[in-house]
DNA sequence: AACGTGACTGCGC
DNA sequence: CGCGCAGCCACGT
């Protein structure tokens, strides 16, 4: 799978995180079945434009940690994400260190790989195409 | 080609 | 739970 088709991958999953419900960059990576690419799943978001459709509801990945990633300080994007999350009802928490958290236990969404449509063909080891 | 970077993870303390 | 460290992989310099 190259770029582009990583990028439909990881929106097409991302679309089907039912509302109110949370996931993390690594289970997104393993539902497209490449586990060791959860960084490049954050950076499939981020090329995300506001206007595309139908939309992908990038605000309900977060890290592995329940944490939203802050995208370093003096962004406001971690913010921006709190604010669409607890707009449509997800309850987020403030840590100490000034984190957003959002408890796994009651809006993580983890389903097996497998159980999800990630538009494209499986992986398929080392078969050629059909 | 080497080096640094990033919307990440898992593990140990 | 919070922090640091090593492993991870594609990309820009």
Do not use: C
């Not at 582009?4 to 929106?11: I, L, M």
């Not at 393993?30 to 978001?45: D, F, N, T």
């Amino acid at each position: 799978m190259d770029s582009a088709e990583f990028h439909a991958a990881v929106y097409h999953v991302v679309r089907q995180i039912p509302n109110q419900r949370v996931t993390s960059y690594g289970h997104v990576a393993k539902l497209i079945g490449m586990p060791s690419y959860s960084r490049h799943v954050g950076q499939a978001l981020k090329f995300l434009s506001p206007d595309v459709a139908p939309p992908v509801p990038w605000q309900r990945v977060i890290s592995s940690a329940g944490t939203i990633s802050s995208r370093g300080p003096g962004t406001d994007g971690a913010q921006r994400q709190r604010d669409v999350l607890e707009a449509e009802g997800v309850e987020v928490q403030v840590g100490r260190t000034g984190e957003f958290r959002v408890d796994f236990g009651t809006w993580g969404w983890f389903p097996d790989p497998g159980t999800v449509d990630i538009g494209l063909a499986p992986p398929e080891d080392g078969a050629d195409d059909a």
